[in-house]
């Protein structure tokens, strides 16, 4: 099935709802379906629906993380330099696509937690990775650790992936841990998430990156994309070096 067999319809009271609470309904010639848009799976099962929705909504992050990467490397004149980068959470290629066209890749490895993502990884961006992962990272099997450890990885990036249920802080924690120190980490994390009243775990687990494991070089406030409202929703994009391993309590 392609994207253009299927109709999203944006139900009025969908435009009310919290971002982790939104859905819209597919519409095919066998009926329709209620989905999430954190039901990542059900997008990746669609050959270009991820793309095309997230157009639509102005979905930024791939191009404002890989981009404040770059530049930081720049700043430190590293930005020649091969990487070997993990795209943890890589979904269906797309950080992985702009990896490829803005870094001088050595290796591009994805990660995810979804069989779905792999497949469409493959199906829409086959000569994007060299490698591909389907690994729940929260409690890694220990042969699946020492795969990836083998790629000796100097770059981490992740978008639009921590929280909500998606990525958990030991599963962040756990892909952090495999990079080499001094390595580069890119991510982006809803700006709600670095607040006091955050109840994930994550705005903790800055503060534990920032207390002596983590040279923070970059952290600024964007628009992430649009809401089924047309409101913005905003994200911190945060790019930094790699001091030591992180615990997560």
């Known amino acids: 099935m392609s994207a253009c067999s299927v109709e999203i319809v944006i139900p009025d009271e ?52 890989c981009g404040a990467l770059k530049d930081q490397m720049a700043r430190c004149g590293e930005v020649e330099e091969p990487i070997r980068a993990l795209d943890f959470g890589a979904g269906n290629g ?51 650790v020492e795969a990836l450890a083998r790629w000796d990885f100097n770059t981490l990036v992740t978008v ?25 980490v890119a991510f982006n994390i809803k700006d709600r998430f670095l607040s006091d009243t955050d109840d994930t775990g994550f705005h903790q687990t800055i503060d534990r990156l920032t207390d002596g494991s983590f040279e923070m070089l970059e952290s600024r406030r964007y628009r992430h994309r649009l809401s089924l409202a047309g409101e913005p929703l905003h994200y911190y994009v945060i790019v930094g070096r790699k001091s030591r391993d992180i615990e997560i309590n």
């Open 14 to 65: 969908c435009r009310l709802l919290d971002q982790n609470e939104e859905w819209v309904t597919f519409v095919t010639e066998e009926g329709e379906r209620k989905v999430r848009l954190h039901e990542y799976g059900r997008f990746f099962e669609v050959d270009g629906l991820y793309d095309r929705f997230y157009r639509d909504l102005q979905c930024r992050s791939p191009q404002v993380v």
């Open 94 to 144: 797309q950080v992985g696509e702009m990896l490829n066209r803005q870094f001088n890749c050595e290796a591009v490895v994805g990660l995810d937690i979804l069989p779905e993502a792999r497949e469409a990884a493959d199906r829409e961006r086959p000569d994007v990775y060299v490698d591909y992962h389907v690994v729940d990272m929260a409690a890694p099997p220990d042969p699946a």
């Open 160 to 184: 639009a992936a921590l929280g909500y249920g998606d990525i958990c802080t030991q599963a962040f924690a756990n892909a952090y841990n495999l990079l080499a120190a001094d390595g580069w």
